[in-house]
């Protein structure tokens, strides 16, 4: 809605929504101010007098003592558990359940970058200008509407989880996500085939040294990012259309002639930069929106929510850590590459490149997540004390609870003919 609203102020719209997001940032720091350290960390370090005094500033008026030795409590399990001195992950990388724990969570939110989500969300109006929307206001409206999309189907995601369980949700969005990406891609496929030709070949000496002369159709022209392409319509039919260099102070018009300036852009005479005229839109639309429903319930959530879970809780800050720092990694590669793909391998060989991720996305998924849902802490460890991709093969024993005894410190668990069948 904001960036819709900034439109009506074309000069500097950008300057007011970049200048815009520094309000929330502002009052998130004020925030930040008068967040005390968590009671937790401040056990750990020693600091308990401080602990127990931000724990009264939390509960108020409540009883703290119970929950004080219970953080307490926990945190002396988690270092007789962790066993060993030296750095977490490096106890992490030399313990084979935390390492394969870790490679499965990092996996997936790898994955979950490189099938393209942030290219759809921080790109989506700009793909449907690609795809043939010329008006920037309705591109935006319409990039709303996938925002909307992926809100509600994230909604459906939350009541999925426990009923449907996390392998099985991540699976049917990963997989919903490749067939979406493909839908996009055939779009993209599909204008770059019926692409317009070039009628006119203006005589003008700029058009001398100039690649844009060379260009028979649009596709190719408007992939040339020091090219345009300027035409003009009646009705359904394109008229006089001619590839022409771009304006280097501005790519809104073309370096000279009838799409050079709005005042000669009269009698159905546009001017398209980044765009091919085209009949397909519809389908990269449907391709978004399929796109956004596959991916918000599984693929969205559902990494964060397993690595949540797959660590032992000497591991879990620092695994998730790691996870984090891969996601973003995998969004910034992802993001500062996605227009140069767009121009070196074609829109629609962009969308086959993130389905084709996706698709491995779902071979890793399938071969190497097991079900976390219902399960305990020291059955999820023991779920990882098998081979890497072996325990993506454990559903046959969703139903079954093992029993685990704590024996100085360390999990045993009973053989399978000591342990019973719960139904």
């Known amino acids: 809605m904001l ?30 101010l008068f967040l005390p350290e968590s009671p937790r960390w401040l056990i750990q370090r020693g600091l308990t007098q401080k602990a127990r005094r931000v724990l009264s500033q939390i509960r108020g ?47 997936l939110q790898m994955f979950q970058q490189l099938s393209g989500i942030n290219t759809v969300m921080y790109y989506s109006a700009t793909i449907l200008q690609m795809s043939g929307v010329r008006d920037d206001r309705l591109a935006i409206w319409l990039a709303g509407l996938t925002t909307l999309t992926n809100f509600l189907f994230t909604l459906l995601g939350v009541w999925l989880v426990e009923r449907v369980g996390r392998r099985k949700l991540t699976l049917g969005s990963i997989i919903g996500t490749c067939f979406s990406l493909s839908l996009l891609a055939i779009g993209f496929l599909m204008s770059a085939q019926h692409s317009p030709p070039v009628t006119y070949h203006p005589l003008d000496p700029a058009m001398a040294n100039s690649t844009c002369s060379k260009y028979q159709v649009c596709e190719p022209c408007m992939l040339d990012p020091g090219c345009g392409f300027c035409y003009r319509e009646n009705g359904s039919a394109l008229l006089a259309s ?52 596959a991916f918000a319930p599984g693929m969205g959530p559902m990494p964060w929510t397993i690595n949540s879970e797959i660590y032992p809780l000497w591991a879990r800050s620092t695994g998730n850590a790691c996870a984090a720092g891969v996601n973003w990694t995998f969004n910034i590669l992802v993001s500062l590459t996605f227009l140069h793909l767009a121009q070196y391998i074609t829109y629609y060989g962009a969308f086959f490149l993130y389905s084709s991720m996706a698709l491995l996305g779902f071979v890793f998924t399938y071969g190497c997540l ?10 999820i460890e023991a779920l990882f004390e098998n081979h890497l991709c072996s325990c993506g093969a454990s559903d046959s024993d969703e139903g079954r609870q093992v029993e685990y005894i704590r024996v100085k410190g360390s999990n045993y668990h009973l053989s399978d003919n000591d342990a019973s069948d719960v139904d």
């Not at 992490?92 to 969570?105: E, F, I, K, Q």
């Not at 073309?254 to 389908?283: H, I, K, V």
């Not at 097991?370 to 059955?379: I, V």
């Open 370 to 379: 097991p079900e976390t849902k219902s399960r305990r802490l020291e059955e």
């Open 242 to 293: 001619s590839c022409v260099p771009v304006n280097k102070a501005s790519t809104e018009h073309a370096a000279w002639g009838r799409c050079s300036n709005s005042t000669l852009m009269r009698d159905q005479t546009y001017w398209a930069y980044n765009y091919c005229p085209t009949s397909f839109s519809w389908l990269v639309l449907l391709g978004l929106v399929f796109y956004l429903a």
């Open 3 to 32: 960036r819709w609203a900034l439109t009506y102020f074309p000069r500097h719209h950008l300057q007011y929504m970049l200048g815009l997001s520094v309000l929330p940032a502002v009052l998130q720091f004020m925030g930040f």
């Open 61 to 107: 008026n409540q009883n703290i003592d119970e929950e004080y030795d219970s953080i307490k409590n926990s945190i002396e399990e988690e270092e007789k558990d962790s066993g060993g001195d030296g750095p977490v992950i490096w106890r992490m990388l030399t313990y084979p359940p935390t390492r394969r724990a870790l490679v499965v969570g990092c996996g």
